[in-house]
């Protein structure tokens, strides 16, 4: 086995046995010790293939990513599958789906799902794992652009972050611990009818803005 090959095993062992400790005991859980142990190499080890540990944790991050988006692609290709003409009623479907399918990852996921959020870094996440995230926001961007088609490219992905931002704030808080945790049919009933809210206003604003263009 070449050197290359023995790094890239090491990565991959890593990277599995840093998200077994997340998802057991979330971020807290992973110490570069114990992964070190885990694995069988020495602590110093862990550097010849990662910079630092917050590579390793975006990485394990990346995985979760993937996996919620294999999520949502399997709700919008059962949408797609259903037919009909993608107009303003199924597109909010469509966002509801997506928002019902982020709660309902959210909880089976709750370790995995914190770890995408509470880890911090000192700089901005590379370039990778920006576009991994600008990729998901773009499941958001196509019912909105059924309803609203008159946004720019630009303006359509700052809506998809607000919307998603308005989800996310109801799931966390819903689950948050401290607080008063909500039952998942109570919390997701609020999230639909947020979201369907939300899609109805952006249908009207569409409205009042084709007729106000000459």
């Keep these: 086995m070449s050197t290359e090959e023995r790094r890239e095993q090491l990565?991959?062992?890593?990277?599995?046995?840093?998200?077994?400790?997340?998802?057991?005991?979330?971020?807290?859980?992973?110490?570069?010790?114990?992964?070190?142990?885990?694995?069988?190499?020495?602590?110093?080890?862990?550097y010849t293939v990662f910079p630092d540990l917050d590579a390793l944790i975006l990485s394990v991050n990346l995985r979760t990513l993937h996996l919620f988006e294999?999520?949502?692609?399997?709700?919008?290709?059962?949408?797609?599958?259903?037919?009909?003409?993608p107009g303003p009623e199924a597109a909010i479907g469509d966002l509801v789906r997506l928002a019902v399918s982020y709660q309902r990852f959210a909880i089976e996921n709750p370790t995995r799902w914190r770890a995408l959020f509470q880890h911090r870094m000192a700089a901005m996440p590379?370039?990778?794992?920006?576009?991994?995230?600008?990729?998901?926001?773009?499941?958001?961007?196509?019912?909105?652009?059924?309803?609203?088609?008159?946004?720019?490219?630009?303006?359509?992905?700052?809506?998809?972050r607000t919307l998603f931002s308005a989800t996310h704030g109801i799931v966390s808080l819903g689950l948050d611990?401290?607080?008063?945790?909500?039952?998942e049919p109570v919390l997701r009933g609020?999230?639909?009818?947020?979201?369907?809210?939300?899609?109805?206003?952006?249908?009207?604003?569409?409205?009042?803005?084709?007729?106000?263009t000459p």
């Excluded at 294999?70 to 003409?85: D, F, K, Q």
């Excluded at 926001?137 to 909105?144: K, N, S, T, V």
């Design 126 to 160: 590379p370039d990778w794992y920006m576009r991994e995230q600008v990729r998901l926001f773009r499941h958001i961007e196509a019912p909105l652009a059924v309803l609203r088609p008159d946004l720019a490219g630009a303006e359509r992905a700052l809506l998809a």
């Design 70 to 85: 294999r999520a949502i692609t399997a709700v919008r290709t059962a949408t797609a599958e259903g037919g009909g003409a």
């Design 190 to 212: 609020q999230i639909e009818t947020a979201v369907t809210a939300l899609g109805r206003g952006l249908t009207a604003n569409a409205a009042t803005h084709s007729e106000e």
């Design 11 to 46: 990565r991959a062992a890593l990277i599995d046995a840093a998200e077994a400790a997340i998802v057991q005991g979330g971020l807290g859980a992973l110490k570069a010790r114990d992964l070190a142990r885990e694995v069988g190499c020495a602590l110093g080890a862990i």
């Design 177 to 183: 611990e401290k607080l008063m945790t909500l039952s």
